[in-house]
C-alpha cells in the first residue's frame, strides 16, 4: 500500500458571487438568473462543507477564488482609467462582457482541471491538466490563474507536471475534472480513467452545447503518459446533456470500485461497463444505476443527486454520499438514496446532507465545489502545506470572509466602482492567509 490518499480541494466562493444568468445548458443557473445573491452566505456554506469532511476525517484542502472584476482583462479590450473607471465604464457600455469579467464561477473547482494521480501515469509523476472551459466566455477566463494557482500548489517538477489549458478551440473543448472519473481497488494503485466526452470535434449538436470534446479527452490522456489498456472514452447521452447535465458529474460519480449514475447517463452502458471492467486491475468494479422510473433526468438535475460526494471515511467498509440538502427534500430522491444505503452488502451506505443552497442555485453541487487529487505521502510533503485546511485555517478564512464580504449583491449593486477596491484589498489579505505571494493576483503585479 503507497499510502496514498484523495484530497478535495474545494475552490473558496469569490467575493462577487451573483447571479447573472451566464450559463447556457446549466438549468439553475437560469431560472436565478437576477436573483440577490449572499456572497458571505455562500462563502462560508462551501467552508463548512469542508470542514465536515474534516471533521468526518478526510483530509481536505482549499483553492482561492480569482480576482473579479478581471481589469486585467478589461483593459486589454481597450478599457481606460483607474481600475474603478474601467469598470463603472464597463459596465455601463458593455454589459454582457462586464458580467462575464465578474464571474465567480471559479468557486466550482471540479472544473479547474483533470488529475490523473501518479499511479496511473508512465513517467511516475502526478499529471494536471488545466481546462481551457471555451465554451463559455466567463468561464475561459480561468485559465491563466488556475494554473498559477496549481503551480503554487504543487511546485515540485520532479513529482508533479502542471500543464497548461489546451488551445481554446471548439475542436479541444475541455471542461476538467467534472467530465473525468475513475474507478481503482484504492487511492494509490492503477486505476481506470473514465473521460466522459458530448461530441467528436466533427459533430455538430442540436440542443444545448456538449462542452467536452472526444479529442480533448484522448490529448490529455496522451499528455499524462496514461496507459492505454487503462484508459475508458465514453460518450454522455445527448439526453442528459439536453436536460441540463451540461457536465458527466451532474449524472454520474466514481470512488474507488463503485460508480453510481443515472440510467440515462451514457449513450452505451453496456459497452461502458464491459470495457471498465475488461481494464480493471485488482478489483471488481459495482455499478449502482438509478432507473429513469424512480428518478427522472428532471429530478436528478434539479436535486444534483449524482453531484454529490463519494468518499470513503476512515476504517469505514462502505462508502459515504455526500449530498445537497435538495436530494433530502426531493421524495424521489430521498427515497432512492435511502434504499440504496440500506440494501445488503451496500457498497454505498451512509449518506450526509450538506448545506450549499447558493451554489445549488447556481448550477454547483458539492462535487462541483472540490477538485480531487490522490496524493501519495510524498507527494503531500512537497505540495505547498499551506493549502491544506487546518482549524487555525478555517478560522482565519471565516474572520476574513466575515470582514470583507458583502452579506448581499442584488442586480444593481454589481455595476458599483466600490466593488473593485473592495476585491482587490479583500484578496490581497489573502495572499498572507495562504502561500500565494505578494504579486499572485494581476493587481498587485
Not at 470495457?275 to 429513469?292: H, L, N
Request: aromatic share 6%.
Amino acid at each position: 500500500m503507497s499510502g496514498a490518499e484523495e484530497i478535495n480541494f474545494d475552490g473558496l466562493v469569490g467575493l462577487t458571487h451573483n447571479y447573472a444568468g451566464l450559463s447556457e445548458g446549466n438549468l439553475a443557473s437560469a431560472r436565478n438568473a437576477n436573483m440577490t445573491a449572499r456572497p458571505r452566505e455562500a462563502a462560508l456554506q462551501g467552508l463548512a462543507k469542508m470542514q465536515r469532511l474534516r471533521a468526518l476525517g478526510l483530509s481536505q484542502g482549499v483553492l482561492p477564488p480569482h480576482e473579479r472584476p478581471n481589469i486585467k482583462w478589461l483593459r486589454s479590450l481597450g478599457f481606460t482609467g483607474s481600475d474603478g473607471e474601467v469598470w463603472e465604464r464597463a459596465w455601463r457600455t458593455e454589459p454582457t462582457v462586464a458580467r462575464a469579467a465578474l464571474a465567480a464561477s471559479a468557486m466550482w473547482a471540479a472544473n479547474a482541471a483533470t488529475i490523473s494521480p501518479s499511479a496511473d501515469c508512465g513517467d511516475g509523476r502526478l499529471h494536471a491538466t488545466v481546462a481551457n472551459l471555451q465554451t463559455m466566455l466567463h468561464r475561459i477566463l480561468e485559465g491563466e490563474q488556475t494554473e498559477r494557482t496549481l503551480r503554487r500548489l504543487m511546485p515540485d517538477e520532479t513529482r508533479f507536471a502542471v500543464h497548461p489549458a489546451l488551445l481554446a478551440h471548439d475542436a479541444l473543448s475541455d471542461e476538467g475534472a467534472a467530465n473525468h472519473m475513475r474507478m481503482a481497488a484504492d487511492a494509490g494503485a492503477p486505476g481506470v480513467e473514465v473521460f466522459v466526452y458530448g461530441r467528436k470535434a466533427s459533430e455538430t449538436k442540436a440542443g444545448f452545447p456538449a462542452r467536452q470534446t472526444l479529442e480533448a479527452c484522448q490529448a490529455i490522456a496522451r499528455s499524462h503518459t496514461l496507459d492505454a489498456s487503462r484508459a475508458v472514452f465514453a460518450r454522455q447521452a445527448p439526453e442528459a446533456i439536453n436536460a441540463g447535465a451540461f457536465h458527466n458529474d451532474v449524472v454520474a460519480v466514481a470512488h474507488e470500485h463503485v460508480l453510481f449514475h443515472h440510467e440515462e447517463a451514457f449513450a452505451d452502458k453496456a459497452a461502458l461497463y464491459a470495457d471498465i471492467r475488461a481494464k480493471a486491475q485488482g478489483f471488481e468494479p459495482v455499478f449502482v444505476e438509478v432507473p429513469s422510473a424512480r428518478v427522472g433526468l428532471d429530478d436528478a438535475v434539479t436535486s444534483y443527486l449524482f453531484n454529490s460526494q463519494l468518499l470513503r471515511l476512515p476504517g469505514a467498509q462502505s462508502l459515504t454520499l455526500i449530498a445537497p440538502s435538495e436530494v433530502r427534500e426531493n421524495n424521489k430522491t430521498a427515497s432512492v438514496v435511502e434504499e440504496v444505503i440500506a440494501a445488503s452488502n451496500a457498497v454505498i451506505g451512509q449518506v450526509e446532507y450538506v448545506e450549499v443552497r447558493e451554489s445549488m442555485r447556481n448550477g454547483g453541487g458539492p462535487a462541483c465545489l472540490r477538485l480531487r487529487i490522490v496524493m501519495t505521502p510524498q507527494e503531500r510533503a512537497a505540495a505547498a502545506g499551506g493549502f491544506f485546511l487546518t482549524d487555525a485555517l478555517t478560522a482565519q478564512l471565516e474572520s476574513w470572509i466575515k470582514k470583507h464580504y458583502r452579506e448581499q449583491l442584488a442586480p444593481d449593486d454589481l455595476g458599483d466602482p466600490a466593488l473593485v477596491g473592495e476585491t482587490q484589498g479583500a484578496l490581497d489579505e489573502l495572499t498572507r492567509i495562504l502561500p500565494l505571494g505578494a504579486d499572485f493576483y494581476p493587481f498587485q503585479q
